[in-house]
């Protein structure tokens, strides 16, 4: 060996240890993911480490907020004392939740600050035609602005006609502002985007320019999930359906429209990404959250909570924990991606082994391959406790929704992954209300009628080879 080959074998060396010193030393990790990170990077050392460096990094660790966000929180801090402000800081409406659940929503406002709002109606919405028939006739009516923040935005029929309808409107004076993902729409050209710019729509590139350090990995791993429509600041949308034809005509997917004071965490929250990826202030920042309608039919108790991984406390993932523990009667959960991080997990099955009726509702058949094997690996812990699974045939089911008691709903973007729930810019709504815990139950039975039932007995049974690519892909789930 060569002096140039020792030092270059002395230095990989050191970069190992380096990096297992850096994930060991991480206080805030969960521990199934360190394990996960050190047997990569011990098993394809120089790839490992430039993977960990780009996708590992713990961004919770830095609660530094950079130049735009200060801006942002201070231009709002100026309408302190205003009811929109109140609405969404004061704390009011927390007193009118079931007394059990208050804990629940002090724990959610432990994200931006944002409390639970009243005066909410809410549309659960579980057809993708009924979401595009929808929207489509808000957008037409818009007469002030149109803010609209997706993960997907994609370049088929459904989704050619909503981006038509934001130009047209930009060229009659309403004011669209428009967030697309930087990676998960790679592919679209950046024609796409520059034709609507011309239209007179402000299109912001999601960037998370919040990050100063490690720019490359902020960009390629955190991703903004969210879904979020407001329309005139009165009307709103959230929930897991993407600008797609998936969405619109193939998948079953839950969405929600709300009107209320709920719009206003929305526009909150869409502001929030606008400005910090470096969209502009608005100079009409007053007019952007209008006196709401206090006559909504319903009443509905509404909690909109966004979640962002620079933040100290994944409150989305806590809030799931809690929710699984709490549950004294049932939990029903709705996700297209099941790999539920350790704490979540645990939750889970000490709720069915204290007797709670827990049910999971996964597709058969994943739209991503590697998530197939990811879903199944959990089964059998889950299954041993008691946890009832039940895959969805048919239509890929996208949606993410928990329902528990007869009281509390969870619709929103999160999926019960690490990504999702440790990763990812989502937004959940947690809806204090037992009309529209009870529909959501019923969504949850009727769609029980095109599942088939896992069994622990019949799972045990499944072939070997099944079993050993399940083994080996859960010690990587934290890493997918």
Request: charged share 25%; aromatic share 12%.
């Amino acid at each position: 060996m060569d002096i140039f080959s020792l030092i270059g074998y002395i230095i990989l060396v050191l970069l190992i240890i380096g990096t297992i010193l850096v994930i060991l030393a991480d206080e805030d990790e969960d521990s199934g993911k360190k394990i996960a990170w050190i047997i990569v990077i011990v098993l394809l050392p120089v790839v490992g480490i430039l993977f960990y460096v780009i996708f590992g990094l713990n961004p919770r660790r830095n609660t530094r907020h950079d130049e735009y966000s200060r801006m942002f929180r201070e231009a709002f801090a100026d309408y302190s004392g205003t009811k929109p402000y109140m609405e969404l800081f004061g704390g009011k409406n927390r007193e009118k939740i079931r007394e059990a659940y208050r804990e629940l929503s002090q724990l959610l406002s432990r994200s931006n600050g944002t409390t639970v709002t009243g005066c909410n109606n809410v549309e659960i919405i579980t057809s993708g035609k009924r979401k595009f028939e929808a929207l489509v006739n808000d957008l037409e009516n818009a007469r002030s602005h149109i803010h609209m923040e997706y993960f997907y935005f994609r370049k088929d029929d459904g989704s050619r006609k909503i981006k038509e309808i934001l130009m047209r409107k930009a060229r009659e004076g309403v004011k669209v502002r428009f967030i697309h993902e930087n990676i998960a729409n790679i592919d679209i050209s950046p024609r796409y985007y520059n034709e609507m710019k011309k239209a007179g729509v402000e299109v912001v590139k999601f960037t998370n320019a919040r990050f100063s350090l490690l720019r490359l990995s902020a960009r390629l791993n955190y991703r903004d999930h969210r879904k979020i429509v407001v329309i005139d600041g009165k009307i709103g949308y959230t929930g897991g359906m993407n600008i797609g034809d998936d969405y619109f005509l193939r998948w079953r997917d839950t969405h929600m429209r709300i009107t209320g004071n709920a719009v206003y965490a929305l526009q909150y929250s869409f502001l929030y990404s606008f400005c910090t990826s470096g969209g502009r202030i608005p100079e009409d920042f007053p007019g952007l959250f209008p006196v709401q309608d206090s006559g909504q039919k319903r009443n509905e108790l509404v909690q909109i909570v966004p979640d962002q991984p620079e933040d100290k406390w994944p409150v989305l993932h806590m809030g799931a924990v809690w929710t699984v523990q709490h549950s004294s009667r049932y939990v029903y959960i709705q996700t297209p991606y099941f790999v539920p991080p350790e704490p979540l997990l645990q939750a889970l099955k000490s709720s069915a082994l204290k007797g709670a009726d827990v049910r999971v509702m996964i597709p058969r058949k994943a739209d991503l391959p590697y998530m197939n094997l990811a879903n199944k690996s959990y089964y059998n812990a889950c299954l041993e406790a008691g946890i009832r699974i039940f895959e969805k045939k048919g239509n890929f089911i996208h949606s993410k929704t928990i329902v528990s008691d007869d009281y509390l709903s969870v619709i929103g973007s999160a999926n019960m992954d690490y990504r999702s729930l440790e990763l990812n810019y989502e937004i959940n709504a947690y809806i204090f209300n037992e009309e529209t815990a009870v529909r959501n139950r019923e969504i949850f039975l009727a769609d029980l009628g095109e599942c088939d039932e896992v069994t622990l007995e019949e799972w045990r049974r499944r072939p070997w080879y099944l079993k050993l690519g399940q083994a080996v892909i859960r010690l990587f789930a934290p890493l997918l």
